[in-house]
């Protein structure tokens, strides 16, 4: 069964940046659809990114320009580049597959805190 291990959450003033690392545990990368998603306190889990097997993007609105999702095909990871983050960006970041792909056993995800 795949595992998604997420990392390199933290937490860092507004305005400052992070890069989240995705890593699964089988090479799926490359061909599947994969996406990283947010969950806030006491909010429904949302889209943030998603990037296909082609290599298209697409983003939520209210990340538009300010994160990056890539793909590192031979390290078998997920990446989202995260710049001028602010306080409501706070949120567990999660990756799996795309929506629409059957997801993956949900990891435990990596926390970032904005702080204003």
């Known amino acids: 069964q795949v595992q998604l291990a997420e990392s390199g959450g933290g937490l860092v003033q507004a305005g400052g940046s992070l890069r989240l690392s995705c890593a699964a545990s089988?090479?799926?990368?490359?061909?599947?659809?994969m996406a990283w998603y947010r969950q806030a306190p006491g909010k429904k889990r949302e889209l943030v990114a998603a990037i296909t097997g082609g290599g298209s993007t697409n983003y939520a609105d209210s990340v538009k320009g300010r994160f990056t999702i890539s793909r590192d095909n031979a390290k078998n990871t997920v990446n989202l580049q995260m710049n001028n983050l602010k306080p409501e960006d706070t949120a567990v970041y999660y990756c799996n597959a795309a929506p629409t792909a059957i997801a993956y056993p949900w990891g435990q995800g990596t926390q970032v805190t904005v702080s204003s």
């Open positions: 089988e090479n799926i990368i490359s061909f599947v659809g």
